[in-house]
């Protein structure tokens, strides 16, 4: 049973300001649709059915875009533009379910993870980071592939990319014991650090937002102090679970876009707009005439 998925959404978004003074950083748009609309289409395509937003005040836009808009929709009806209703309309499949749930205070992405404990209950679950927008531009997602991978194998999965060495101090590391692990491969993993100095790091293999879990970390998160810069970080939790049970580091394949930053925000934006019908051919003849 893999159903459900926690985003934390809870972040300032500093690093994207002023855009996010007052609205959210994850309702920033990535062509015609905010970044938590990309991630939870990525979550809904890969089989997840009930998730679970970690909320803060002054995100509820989050909450609403998800919502039915009934003036819009009553509107866009009367004026026969059906296409774009059926946009705002199918923001969330029928058979899909959104619950949020607050964090109170900034405590860390564990502690993040650990405010959904009493909606995740028993159940093996995903967590995504929703800065991090995944762009499998051919073929199957590599979400999708990494539930597929649990569902066969049972093992929690935890999605990695090879990241040059001078940016391992940003990132989860992990370390697969010198294992190759090409894109499309997973590994076991025997050991994980956070954000360490780039002579510490263990490996390149940088952990991109995207996790299947066993229930078990739930109990592991209460028990974990704070780490890294002073917070409860969901690193440290899964460390102590690989002394108990197998985690795999998976390699992605697709391409990462940090969208919680400025530039990944933009070069998001260009790739995903370069192939997006409504944009696609404008924007590639633009780019040729700026290239100065
Ligand atoms: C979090 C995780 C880190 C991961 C990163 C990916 O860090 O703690 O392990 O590599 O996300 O974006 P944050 O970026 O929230 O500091």
Redesign the pocket.
Known sequence: MLSKVVI?VA?LGTRVLPASKAIPKEMLTVVDKPVIQHVVEEAIEAGFREIILVTRSGKQAIEDHFDHHYELEHELTRKGKHDLRAAVNDTLPDDVEIVSVRQPQAL???HAVLCAKHVVGDEDFAVI?P??VIDNPDGQRDLTAMAERYRATGKGQIMVESVPQEQVQ????VDCGGVPVGPGEAAEIRG?V??PAAEDAPSNL????RYILPARVMQLLQETQPG??G?I???DALLTLTHEAPLEAFNMRGRVY?C?NKAGLLQANVALGLRHAETGEALREFLTTINW
């Open positions: 934390p972040g860390g992405l564990g980071l800065d991090m940003r990132y989860g590391i994980m956070e954000k940088a952990i991109v937002g890294a810069g917070e970080q969901l690193t940090d919680g």
